[in-house]
């Protein structure tokens, strides 16, 4: 089993960057595919990107994905997600989470996938 901790929310202005982290601890990290979710009040969480145990073969939000950066250290067991240019609209709690369901080779945006889930990390951007 697999649990995930984010890290790394805050208040930030409008236009500026911020690193998000998701530390792992457990012996099977190597079966799950790690996503970025986020939720606003009253929304359902919604697919941000996700990363296989590779390491390569990212999947992005498609109409973000020129702003967020998923990347995965599996020595570390650590997976970031760098957000840029920062919008009011991305203020949202941003969870990670694990889907062994593909034996982490695969990105499957799919939120029933994911059964392993982070506390989440509040992200506040300002206009």
């Known amino acids: 089993q697999v649990q995930l901790v984010e890290s790394g929310g805050g208040l930030v202005q409008a236009g500026g960057s911020l690193t998000l982290s998701c530390a792992a601890s457990?012996?099977?990290?190597?079966?799950?595919?790690i996503a970025w979710f986020r939720q606003t009040p009253g929304k359902e969480r919604e697919f941000v990107a996700g990363?296989?145990?590779?390491?390569?073969?990212?999947v992005h939000y498609a109409t973000e994905k020129d702003r967020f950066t998923i990347s995965r250290d599996n020595v570390k067991k650590v997976v970031t997600l760098q957000i840029n240019s920062l919008k009011p609209e991305d203020t949202a709690v941003y969870y990670c989470?694990?889907?062994?369901?593909?034996?982490?080779?695969?990105?499957?945006?799919?939120?029933?996938?994911?059964?392993?889930w982070g506390q989440g990390t509040q992200v506040t951007v300002s206009s």
């Open positions: 990363m296989p145990y590779s390491g390569e073969d990212a």
């Open positions: 989470a694990g889907s062994n369901r593909y034996n982490g080779i695969v990105v499957v945006p799919l939120l029933s996938d994911y059964t392993i």
């Open positions: 457990g012996r099977t990290f190597s079966d799950y595919t």
